[in-house]
């Protein structure tokens, strides 16, 4: 019974903060949407990229190749975040932890290396 009231007290906490921070994003927003100056012009709404004025149509397809190169690039480099406490706290860890970090170097590299076999790691 008493677990139970407690459990109840921590959701009032949820319900309490969650529209403080819906509130406390939406209020810069609306502020900036009212209060900020509105001048468009035709430079303002013209495309730019990198202060090069476009030329001819500028939807231009990529190639998916470079997309799957940079999801691969990101996947990498979270696991190699996820990689970082690990490594500092090395000298305590216990030896079922350090299996666990090896298990997940090795699942890594299995993933790495389907991606190398699949040729996603050729850029052309």
């Not at 009032?12 to 509130?23: H, K, S, Y």
């Not at 996947?75 to 997940?104: H, K, R, S, T």
Request: charged share 15%.
């Amino acid at each position: 019974m008493f677990g139970e009231a407690h459990m109840h007290d921590q959701w009032i906490f949820v319900a309490f903060f969650l529209p403080i921070g819906f509130i406390a994003a939406a209020v810069p927003i609306i502020a900036a949407r009212i209060l900020g100056p509105r001048k468009p012009n035709p430079v303002k709404l013209s495309t730019y990229e990198c202060g090069v004025e476009t030329v001819g149509d500028t939807w231009v397809q990529f190639k998916v190749q470079y997309y799957v190169f940079a999801l691969i690039f990101v996947i990498f480099d979270v696991e190699a975040v996820f990689l970082f406490p690990w490594a500092v706290a090395y000298n305590q860890l216990q030896l079922y932890m350090v299996l666990e970090g090896v298990l997940f170097i090795l699942i890594l590299a299995a993933g790495l290396f389907y991606v190398w076999r699949k040729g996603a790691l050729e850029w052309s």
